[in-house]
């Protein structure tokens, strides 16, 4: 079976502790930063502070609950890249100091009006410059499936071009099929080689956009993406990005949440996933 997290973009009126005493009532075993308590910038997070990070680190040990990543909002697109940069180190710093494997980033837009070859050097530069300050941390840096780099195409080059140990691919399985429609397959198999970390959710199509749903209830094929990764030997976590922060009209987190257990592990009886 695999092991479960959920982004805490799911929860955001949450406290801290309800994170964490709700992940272990509802069976996840980690937990994905992104936002906490009001505070996007996690290294301003009041549990991530320098006053309060030796306590925090403690309770997750003491809870074995493992940080699974840590999510900026870093966009490597951003011809302002000294603040971006800045950014995604701190995070680097604070995923180190939490035994976190991974930081996730953007590469975001490919504007019409910058030609396309000159953005994705800049993220292949941003990558690698990150992938180089991380070295010796344990810390790898993952480029999520996300805006403009959704596209397979595009995410997969710019992989092959940013051929450092320490980089690699966050799959956010939503995006591609959702907003450019390539079969889930085609996605993986661009960048199987490079895929970390995996983000699910569900969602239906509707005239005016997708509507997001509980994970099972649309047509995401999660069978399907839970097939590829197992036939890979993926060892990652599958982590529930519930984006009720950004879309207050969705379920709340007590039922989104137990929710999406009980339908990965259904999932797994299925197709005999151990």
């Known amino acids: 079976m695999y092991n479960l997290a959920f982004t805490t973009l799911a929860c955001p009126e949450w406290t801290w502790q309800q994170v964490l005493d709700r992940a272990q009532e509802y069976g996840y075993q980690g937990v994905e930063l992104r936002g906490v308590e009001g505070e996007m910038d996690l290294t301003r997070a009041r549990p991530f502070t320098v006053e309060n990070l030796a306590a925090t680190k403690q309770e997750l040990e003491e809870r074995s609950l493992p940080i699974a990543s ?41 504007p019409e009006d910058e030609p396309r070859e000159r953005i994705i050097e800049r993220v292949v530069r941003g ?30 080059e710019t992989l092959r071009r940013a051929a450092h140990p320490q980089v690699g691919a966050l799959w956010d399985v939503h995006h591609p099929f959702r907003f450019y429609g390539e079969p889930v397959a085609q996605t993986f198999g661009k960048l199987r080689d490079h895929i970390r970390h995996t983000h699910l959710k569900d969602s239906q199509q509707a005239s005016d956009g997708p509507r997001y749903c509980l994970v099972g209830e649309g047509d995401v094929p999660l069978d399907e993406v839970l097939g590829l990764l197992a036939e890979s030997g993926y060892d990652g976590w599958l982590s529930f990005e519930w984006e009720k922060k950004w879309h207050p009209e969705i379920d709340e987190p007590e039922v989104a949440l137990p929710a999406y257990v009980r339908a990965i592990r259904r999932a797994e009886l299925r197709l005999g996933i151990a």
């Open 70 to 110: 840590v999510d900026t909002s870093c966009r490597l697109h951003d011809p302002d890249t000294e603040p971006n940069l800045a950014e995604a180190r701190r995070h680097i710093d604070l995923a180190a100091e939490l035994d976190c494997p991974w930081v996730r980033v953007f590469g975001d837009k490919i």
């Open 127 to 156: 990558l690698m410059t990150l992938g180089e300050y991380a070295e010796g941390t344990g810390v790898g840096v993952l480029i999520e499936s996300h805006g403009d780099f959704s596209r397979s195409d595009d995410l997969s």
